[in-house]
């Protein structure tokens, strides 16, 4: 059997590389190898790999979502931690996931502190972002590792909140961390709609104003 190295694979920007028939082991090695400083993203689901290299509007719409939910959680003085593209990983599960961004919220205390996530003692992070523009999210993985809150933001521009009731995502209008927003998709494909036209820090400054406005009154 031909072997081939890590080194030998180019992923082009926006593309990404199915590689079937792999074990747990081997995907335990290609993290190892790969490392965490790296700019590619692993799923890892029963025997299959997928590597996928981000494009740069999949990278500033990762980033200013991440803004609008750390403003958020601070501006609804809302304690957390950040868990950004951690890979959780569960091997009795066969699941490996890097979400865009997510967050610790109701399960913070569990992981303060912490340099490394195990999902066999630890629980999963609260919320998880996935950017859309390049390739599906594939739910199974999120749901089966127990992440309670999923928001895709699609190739369309429209953001879907998904929320976990009985092991299954459903689509939600509102968010659990966020109830009192109620067009809070709305408002955050609007901001990054606007971030192409009139630039990002404007962008995310409008956004602020607007929360702050509707905090008002």
Known sequence: MTQI????????????????????????????????HRGTKLSYSQGNLEIRTPLLEHEKAKSIIGNIVEFLLEEFQIDYEPSASTTFKNPQMNKGVEPDESFYIAE??????????????????????EIDITSRTEFDNYQELGIPELWRFRRDGTLQ???????????????????????LPEMIAECIKQSKDIGTSLALRNFKAEVKQLLWF
Not at 112 to 117: D, F, L, Q, R
């Open 161 to 183: 909140i998904n929320v976990l009731r009985q092991g299954k995502y459903v689509e939600s209008q509102t968010s659990p961390t966020f109830p009192n927003l109620l067009n």
């Open 108 to 129: 913070r205390n569990a992981v303060i502190g912490k340099n490394k996530i195990d999902l066999k003692v630890d629980p999963p992070p609260d919320l998880a972002i």
């Open 5 to 36: 190295e890590l080194k030998q694979i180019i992923v082009p920007p926006g593309e990404r590389l199915l590689l079937k028939d792999f074990s747990w082991q081997q995907f335990e090695s290609v993290l190892e190898e790969l490392g965490e």
